[in-house]
């Protein structure tokens, strides 16, 4: 029995607006996956698209990021889009980089930005 696919959506304060339209966008191709999220994110991405699987976690700073770190090690994740803000310091900066150190030795596709999330969708089938 194959498990559904799993997609894990973050994104940095200033950017929660941005990942929000990425769901709307894109609400076809993610319908077929579950959608792990930290806190926030998830949220805004629920009210976005109620319609999508989309499980809440803590949000970053209290440990978010570090459960979908566990969950990419594991093999539950497997796929990464992480809208991050380069432009705002970040007081759990260690996490974040912990988080895009695991999606790289686990292998699994990463988006950090918008544009690279885009090509990632054109790559799924609905």
Sequence with gaps: MS????????????KKEDMADFAR?????LMGWRIVATGTTGGRIKDAVPELDVTRLKSGPLGGDQQIGALISTGEVDMLVF???PLTPMPHDVDVKALMRLATVYDIPMALNLATADILMQTLTA
């Design 3 to 14: 498990r559904t696919r799993c997609i894990a959506l973050i994104a940095h304060d200033q």
């Design 25 to 29: 966008h894109h609400q076809a191709k």
């Design 83 to 85: 809208f991050v803000d």
